[in-house]
């Protein structure tokens, strides 16, 4: 069974950081490319930034320089930081993998940035 947990969620000041932490397991986590997607409020999910084995990290254009993803295929983990919070970047953060055609999610981490 494929699980993805994420953590490290939490209210942080505008300019501020925190760190996302996804643990996955049921699947060769090496395989995969990761994600993090993300859901602003009243909003759709949207893709925050994906990982493939081997290939340089994509962004989308609203976080590109500030967020950086990374991944331990040995810890079979996928993390976030986040650095220069804004209040936009307000959102519940999840943890994407699609596997063998099928897509599961996390349960989400809730982060909150607000003075």
């Known amino acids: 069974e494929v699980q993805l947990v994420e953590s490290g969620g939490g209210l942080v000041q505008p300019g501020g950081s925190l760190r996302l932490s996804c643990a996955a397991s049921?699947?060769?986590?090496?395989?995969?490319?990761m994600s993090w997607v993300r859901q602003a409020p009243g909003k759709e999910r949207r893709l925050v930034a994906t990982?493939?084995?081997?290939?340089?990290?994509t962004y989308a254009d609203s976080v590109r320089g500030r967020f950086t993803i990374s991944r331990d295929n040995a810890k079979n983990a996928v993390y976030l930081q986040m650095n220069s919070l804004k209040s936009e970047d307000t959102a519940v953060y999840y943890c994407?993998?699609?596997?063998?055609?099928?897509?599961?999610w996390g349960q989400g981490t809730r982060v909150t940035v607000s003075s």
């Open positions: 990982l493939r084995a081997g290939r340089d990290p």
């Open positions: 994407y993998v699609k596997a063998d055609s099928m897509e599961y």
């Open positions: 049921g699947f060769t986590f090496s395989s995969y490319a």
